[in-house]
């Protein structure tokens, strides 16, 4: 079957492009107004048509299917400094379903880690993108994760890479290891920041009751 790769994936590559600059936009937004922003930094890119033939073969999808079942073609990601801060994106996102995207499933894999030692939120998204050729419906995923997930995240797909899946067993062990210190990472500074925050308002107190006398 000979696909025409260059259409199938225009629409993709324009929704990520827009959906980069939506979630882009946000993050500015808070930052023009001084406050703290949930969201990081924003990447995304399309999967290489190596990837997707692949995939395909692994999951059996037929190259005719790929569109429908393949649910990553389109791919962004939203890194956040902190956990708490996926809750607060992953709202924004709800807040939107039924407006300019519509939310198909979510995977939990910070609750759910993978067996592998991967934390992240991944919401599948369906996503209308207006062509040239007229509106296509597209689907997307948009993966959130915290910065110290995403450091493991990409040492583990480049380890992937070069060990072509077979990663073996010892540095498997020793990823599971560094996923569990990226977890503890996370907490740590989650509660470091709890505790300024608490400090700044104690402060505020104080500083009020001095003023007061
Ligand atoms: P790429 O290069 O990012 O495109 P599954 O059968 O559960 O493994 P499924 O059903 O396709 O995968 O969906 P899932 O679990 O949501 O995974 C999709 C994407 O999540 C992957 O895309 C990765 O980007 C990321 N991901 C999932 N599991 C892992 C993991 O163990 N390690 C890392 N580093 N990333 C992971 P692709 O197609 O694998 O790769």
Redesign the pocket.
């Known amino acids: 079957m000979i696909l025409d790769w260059k259409s199938i994936l225009i629409p993709y590559e324009q929704a990520v492009e827009e959906l980069k600059v939506k979630f882009k936009s946000i993050r500015n937004e808070y930052r023009k107004m001084n406050e703290y922003s949930p969201i990081e930094f924003v990447t995304g890119?399309v999967?290489e048509i190596s990837?997707i033939l692949e995939?395909s073969r692994k999951?059996n999808i037929p190259l005719d299917k790929i569109e429908e079942e393949m649910?990553?073609i389109a791919?962004i990601r939203i890194m956040c400094q902190l956990v708490d801060d996926i809750d607060r994106v992953v709202q924004l996102i709800r807040d939107r379903d039924g407006k300019d995207l519509k939310i198909v499933l979510e995977?939990d894999?910070i609750t759910d880690i993978?067996?592998?030692?991967?934390r992240?939120y991944?919401i599948i998204i369906k996503y209308w993108v207006q062509t040239a050729m007229g509106e296509k419906e597209i689907l997307a995923?948009i993966?959130i994760r915290t910065l110290a997930m995403n450091f493991?995240?990409?040492i583990?797909?480049s380890l992937?890479y070069k060990f072509k899946q077979n990663i073996p067993n010892d540095i498997k062990a020793r990823l599971k290891n560094a996923a569990e210190a990226a977890f503890l990472l996370d907490k740590e500074m989650s509660e470091i920041r709890d505790e300024i925050t608490d400090a700044q308002e104690m402060f505020k107190r104080t500083s009020y009751i001095v003023a007061e006398i």
């Open positions: 890119r999967k990837s995939k999951r649910e990553d791919g995977k894999y993978k067996e592998s030692g991967y992240s991944h995923e993966q493991w995240a990409t583990e797909h992937n």
